[in-house]
């Protein structure tokens, strides 16, 4: 079965500062994974995509960049941190035999002060 | 654009049933998910429908009609810890899955 790795579970960092969260996956290849951030009370914005090593699909226009340097790890990050940067960020990959199902990580609560 | 509407809230009883709807509007449509999320935790699949009709899963049933671009998840025999945060999710493309903003359900004794 498959398992999700993300680090840190919780993380303060000061406005301006850079950010890096990794995602690293366990018992499947080539899958199609995703970052997405949760506000708090708020529903989940889809921020990116990837299908394949290299292949990064960015949904929102922001201060943050993905990149997927091996089959099996994400990385999310951002040179210079905003406030509105907070929030619980999900790494997810896709399941199922018609890819219809997604499995999240743990996630990683992000407080910018 | 894109989007999916659900109500933000939804209340019951124990041992009730509850329906909580979701009307989308998509470029594409690959599908019609629903994920449950208590607080503090990660979101876990519920259940999916591609076709029309219905889907069973024990207490939870989902519905779709691709005419009317309208779901609803069923919740039925409710328990306390049924009380969790309910998404529904579209797949737009094979590789792209957009989430509403999700309802919350408390549930009363």
């Known amino acids: 079965s498959q398992t999700i790795h993300q680090w840190p579970a919780t993380l303060v960092q000061p406005v301006g500062s850079p950010l890096s969260l990794e995602c690293t996956v366990e018992?499947?290849?080539?899958?199609?994974l995703y970052w997405y951030r949760q506000a708090a009370g708020r529903g989940l914005q889809l921020l990116f995509y990837?299908?394949?090593?290299?292949?990064i699909s960015s949904e929102v226009p922001q201060n943050l960049s993905a990149s997927r340097p091996q089959d099996r790890q994400f990385i999310l990050s951002s040179k210079k941190l905003l406030l509105s940067d907070s929030g619980f960020y999900l790494c997810?990959?896709?399941?199922?035999?018609?890819?219809?199902?997604?499995?999240f990580g743990p996630g990683t609560r992000l407080t910018v002060l | 654009g894109q989007s999916l509407e659900q109500p933000s809230e939804v209340t019951a009883v124990e041992g009730a049933i509850v329906q909580i709807n979701c009307t989308y509007q998509?470029?594409?449509?690959?599908?019609l998910s629903w994920y449950q999320q208590h607080d503090g935790g990660a979101p876990t699949f519920l259940s999916y429908?591609?076709?029309?009709g219905l889907e069973e899963t024990g207490r939870f049933s989902s519905f779709l009609s691709r005419s009317d671009s309208y779901g609803y998840l069923l919740l039925q025999e409710l328990q306390m810890k049924d009380s969790a945060s309910y998404f529904c999710?579209?797949?737009?493309?094979?590789?792209?899955?957009?989430f509403g903003s999700g309802t919350r359900l408390s549930i009363r004794p």
């Open positions: 997810a990959l896709l399941l199922g035999s018609s890819y219809n199902e997604q499995f």
């Open positions: 018992g499947t290849s080539n899958p199609n």
């Open positions: 990837s299908v394949g090593i290299g292949q």
């Open positions: 998509t470029s594409g449509f690959y599908g």
């Open positions: 429908n591609a076709l029309d």
């Open positions: 999710a579209v797949g737009s493309s094979a590789s792209k899955i957009i």
